[in-house]
């Protein structure tokens, strides 16, 4: 198998210092709020909805760590949040960027071949100011820019903090590693994110690099100058059986976030509180960890421990990482999780590809996808 490409970064056209938060639109956002924080451990440290004054939509924002999910429903069947979740399902609407200078930061994404969806507006109220605008890129996905130098408060202007307690299990979450964006068309939109953010390729794989007996894809992944944001961007590729990335496809309704790629710095208890909380992960056979030492080296987890817990080890030039992949979180077999630990490795698991794929096409066949 031919290594991944690895390019130096550099400083990004624009300066986009990290993930602010990410939104799903969802059907029922006080649910899945409580679904998502019994399952990952997070908290609810704020919300927006007619208590708040606000009459089309509720919004729950979900804190673990530096990882915040904005979970919004709207209150009526014609809002464009109702609209989105007839078309693609609960799913990942906005993947909000935080940034400094918001005007001159929008004005040249806009220059550099930006998709505008909402010019440079103010929000405030008395714990200070937010600066925001939107763009748009592939399918309904749309990137909010953020500027919050200037704001103390507990989330966003509009919304109210949430008194609730901690968790009493730390799931060890610490923030998103990553987002996999599932298009049709990989380079346009690669292009595109170096064009107008001035992403950097980290990674490519080829077909032959990441592929089963049966099924392929293809994957080119960008990441900003600071390295906090990180986008593996992928696109089906032809095979003996339809791929995971074109089931996506085709009960999405079109392009959109696949997982979300939460970071953890103990994957061990990560996981095993995960499961315990109810997560249930993809299965990977025996076989698979009897051929680990030979592939990997040595590790620091005890290699039982991995095989109980389902957990995948790749290794490449800079290190190793582990990583597990969550079901669905919804009927669609659509969005789901992936929980990642890295020591060293920058990479995203291509080694592991094979027997993520045999695994997904497991589940794909039970629903008569494959």
């Known amino acids: 198998m031919q290594k991944p490409q690895t390019l130096p970064t550099h400083q990004d056209t624009l300066p986009i210092q990290d993930i602010d938060h990410i939104e799903l639109y969802v059907g029922n956002a006080k649910q899945t709020a409580f679904y998502l924080c019994k399952l990952l451990g997070l908290q609810i440290i704020a919300y927006s909805g007619l208590e708040t004054g606000n009459r089309d939509r509720a919004s729950y924002v979900l804190q673990g760590g530096d990882i915040h999910i904005l979970i919004s429903a709207a209150y009526h069947n014609d809002h464009p949040i109702a609209r989105f979740v007839a078309e693609h399902g609960d799913g990942v609407k906005d993947i909000a960027l935080r940034v400094t200078n918001l005007e001159q930061t929008y004005t040249q994404a806009i220059t550099n071949g930006g998709i505008p969806n909402t010019a440079p507006y103010t929000e405030h109220d008395a714990h200070g100011t937010v600066q925001k605008a939107v763009l748009g890129t592939y399918g309904d996905l749309t990137h909010t820019l953020i500027d919050r ?19 009493t299990l730390n799931t060890r979450l610490t923030r998103i590693d990553h987002l996999a964006l599932n298009v049709e068309n990989m380079n346009q939109w690669t292009d595109f994110y170096e064009r107008v953010f001035g992403f950097n390729l980290l990674r490519e794989f080829n077909k032959e690099d990441v592929s089963s007996d049966t099924s392929s894809l293809m994957t080119k992944a960008m990441q900003n100058g600071s390295e906090l944001v990180k986008f593996p961007i992928v696109e089906p590729a032809p095979g003996k059986k339809k791929s995971q990335v074109q089931e996506f496809l085709d009960y999405n309704s079109g392009p959109g976030v696949q997982h979300i790629a939460l970071l953890t710095d103990d994957i061990l208890t ?8 109810g997560i249930q992960f993809l299965y990977t056979p025996d076989t698979y960890y009897d051929m680990l030492p030979a592939r990997v080296g040595d590790i620091d987890e005890p290699l039982p421990e991995l095989n109980r817990l389902n957990i995948l080890v790749d290794r490449d030039h800079e290190g190793y990482l582990l990583q597990i992949f969550a079901q669905p979180i919804h009927d669609r077999p659509t969005l789901f999780f992936e929980i990642i630990q890295r020591k060293g490795s920058r990479g995203f698991g291509n080694g592991n590809i094979r027997a993520l794929f045999q695994a997904v096409e497991r589940e794909q066949a039970r629903r008569g996808n494959l």
């Open 270 to 277: 990560c996981v095993e509180q995960l499961q315990q909380n």
């Open 149 to 167: 130098e200037n704001y103390q408060g507990a989330f966003l202007p509009g919304y109210q903090p949430v008194d609730e307690p901690k968790p």
